[in-house]
C-alpha cells in the first residue's frame, strides 16, 4: 500500500512540475515575443518616422532654421567686421582734419 501511495505521490509531483514548467515557457515566450516586436519596431526606422509625422516635421524646421541662421550671421560677419574697420578709418580720418 505504501508503495501505490509513494507511486501515485510521485506522478503527481511529476505532473506538477511538468504544468509549471510549461506555464513557465508560455510565460518566457510571452515575453520574448514582446521584445521581439519592440525590437523590430525600433529597428523599422521608417514607421517610426510615420507614427511621429508632426514630431519629425518640427523637428527639421528648427535644424532647418539653426543651420540657416548659423549660415546667415557666418555670412554677414565679415560685413559687420568691415564696417567697423570703415567706422574707425572714418573716425581717425575725422579726428586727423580736426587738427
Known amino acids: ?9 510521485k506522478n503527481e509531483v511529476v505532473r506538477k512540475l511538468e504544468d509549471e514548467t ?5 510565460k518566457v515566450t510571452e515575453i520574448v515575443l514582446m ?3 519592440r525590437r523590430h519596431e525600433i529597428y523599422d526606422w521608417l514607421t517610426r518616422v510615420r507614427k511621429e509625422r508632426p514630431t ?3 523637428g527639421a524646421i528648427g535644424a532647418f ?8 550671421f557666418l555670412a554677414l560677419r565679415p560685413q559687420r567686421k ?7 578709418r572714418t573716425s581717425q580720418n575725422s579726428a586727423r582734419s580736426r587738427r
Open 82 to 88: 568691415a564696417r567697423r574697420v570703415r567706422r574707425s
Open 56 to 58: 519629425v516635421g518640427i
Open 1 to 9: 500500500m505504501n508503495e501505490a501511495m509513494t507511486q501515485i505521490s
Open 65 to 72: 532654421c539653426v543651420a540657416g541662421g548659423i549660415a546667415l
Open 35 to 37: 521584445l521581439a516586436r
Open 22 to 26: 510549461e506555464e513557465l515557457r508560455d
